[in-house]
């Protein structure tokens, strides 16, 4: 069974980092690509980044308004896909999940920035 | 950026209706058009993926077409678990972007 579970969300102040984790398990993870897509508290979907596999050269995207603030990485021998968060802004409160090729989804983590 | 303008935002329907929701895209994108469903406190599920083809497990009352740079989903004979927001999303082409998304209510 794949299983995708986010960890590392909380209250966070603005303009402080913070970095969320993904731990995975039921496949293959260095074979697939990953993603984060978020949702502001009553708001669409937002797609934020997107990983590949080491095939792909770890190539790496990002959504325009986290580009430059974001990083995404991956850890093949833990399974565990990353998202590291700096100069966080209010715009970036929401559930933060973390997916797998868009078939398989995590259950989401909350960040709220907020001082 | 590819603009996907998703319509309408709401579809009050009555179950056994047969509804379709439509994400028109501003440039070519192919056939890398997904649907998902998301319900109240729920992750989205993958509902249709190469804009016409049923994800594993999803009933077959749901379809997605193509015409032109207008995708549709379409639920026909539609039942109460059906009830939920709808989203498309474009990945031909990065920044990936997703529709605004359609809420399905009962009427």
Same mark, same amino acid.
Not at chain 1, 18 to 25: D, Y
Not at chain 2, 12 to 24: E, M, N, W, Y
Not at chain 2, 37 to 47: A, C, H, T
Not at chain 2, 55 to 75: E, K, M
């Given at each position: 069974?794949?299983?995708? $579970? $986010? =960890?590392?969300?909380?209250?966070v102040?603005?303009?402080?980092?913070?970095?969320?984790?993904?731990?995975? =398990?039921?496949?293959t993870?260095? !074979?697939?690509?990953? $993603? #984060?897509v978020?949702?502001?508290?009553?708001?669409?979907? $937002?797609?934020?980044?997107? @990983?590949?596999?080491?095939?792909?050269?770890?190539?790496?995207?990002?959504g325009? &308004?986290?580009?430059?603030?974001?990083? @995404?990485?991956? !850890?093949?021998?833990? &399974?565990?896909?990353?998202l590291?968060?700096?100069?966080i802004? &209010?715009?970036?409160?929401? @559930?933060?999940?973390c997916?797998?090729?868009y078939?398989?989804?995590?259950?989401?983590?909350?960040?709220?920035?907020?001082? | 950026? @590819?603009?996907?303008?998703?319509?309408?935002?709401?579809?009050?329907?009555?179950?056994?209706?047969r509804?379709? %929701?439509?994400?028109?895209?501003?440039? !070519? %994108?192919?056939n890398?058009?997904? #649907?998902?469903?998301?319900?109240?406190?729920?992750?989205?599920?993958?509902m249709?993926?190469?804009?016409?083809?049923?994800?594993?497990?999803?009933?077959?009352?749901?379809?997605?077409?193509?015409?032109? &740079?207008?995708?549709?989903?379409t639920?026909?004979?539609?039942e109460?678990?059906?009830?939920a927001?709808?989203?498309?999303?474009?990945?031909?082409?990065?920044?990936?972007?997703?529709?605004?998304?359609?809420?399905?209510?009962i009427?």
């Amino acid at each position: 069974e794949v299983k995708l $579970e $986010e =960890s590392g969300g909380g209250l966070v102040q603005p303009g402080m980092s913070v970095k969320l984790s993904c731990a995975t =398990s039921g496949f293959t993870f260095s !074979d697939y690509w990953m $993603e #984060w897509v978020r949702q502001a508290p009553g708001k669409g979907l $937002e797609w934020v980044a997107e @990983i590949r596999n080491k095939a792909n050269n770890y190539a790496t995207y990002y959504g325009k &308004s986290v580009k430059g603030r974001f990083t @995404i990485s991956r !850890d093949d021998s833990k &399974s565990i896909v990353y998202l590291q968060v700096n100069s966080i802004r &209010s715009e970036d409160t929401g @559930i933060y999940y973390c997916t797998r090729r868009y078939n398989s989804w995590g259950q989401g983590v909350m960040v709220t920035v907020s001082s | 950026d @590819i603009q996907m303008t998703q319509s309408p935002s709401s579809l009050p329907a009555s179950l056994g209706d047969r509804v379709t %929701i439509t994400c028109r895209a501003s440039q !070519d %994108i192919g056939n890398y058009l997904r #649907w998902f469903q998301q319900k109240p406190g729920k992750s989205p599920r993958l509902m249709i993926y190469g804009a016409t083809n049923l994800a594993a497990g999803v009933p077959s009352r749901f379809s997605g077409s193509r015409s032109g &740079s207008d995708y549709s989903l379409t639920i026909n004979s539609l039942e109460s678990e059906d009830m939920a927001i709808y989203y498309c999303l474009q990945h031909n082409e990065y920044p990936l972007t997703f529709g605004s998304g359609t809420k399905l209510e009962i009427k």
